[in-house]
Nanobody, 121 residues
Framework: QVQLVESGGGLVQAGGSLRLSCAAS????????MAWYRQVSGKQRESVATITSDGSTNYTDSVKGRFTISRDNAKNTVYLQMNSLKPEETAVYYC???????????????WGQGTQVIVSS
């Protein structure tokens, strides 16, 4: 099986920074797109940032210029550097990876368990 484990969440004051990590383990052949989502209690999960296998990135408008997504393919890990955090960005942050487990298998999406980020005002 494949497991995604996130870390780096916590409590930070408004204007502060956090760096999230998400590492995949298990039988993995390739990883295509990696992404970070977040979900505020009572609201739908939203995409925050994505990074493709060739390093192309995309961000939701509200985080452009403040958040940076990156990946380390050797470690099957994706990162999210979050700067200038705002209280309204308090949420559970999830990573998602599109993984091909074997050479001729299809790709499937795998999710992490989520990590809580709390931004105090």
């Amino acid at each position: 099986q494949v497991q995604l484990v996130e870390s780096g969440g916590g409590l930070v004051q408004a204007g502060g920074s956090l760096r999230l990590s998400c590492a995949a383990s298990g039988r993995i052949y390739t990883i295509d797109t990696m992404a970070w989502y977040r979900q505020v209690s009572g609201k739908q999960r939203e995409s925050v940032a994505t990074i493709t296998s060739d390093g192309s990135t995309n961000y939701t408008d509200s985080v452009k210029g403040r958040f940076t997504i990156s990946r380390d393919n050797a470690k099957n890990t994706v990162y999210l550097q979050m700067n200038s955090l705002k209280p309204e960005e308090t949420a559970v942050y999830y990573c998602k990876m599109r993984i091909r487990r074997f050479r001729f298998s299809t790709v499937n999406d795998y999710w992490g368990q989520g990590t809580q980020v709390i931004v105090s005002s």
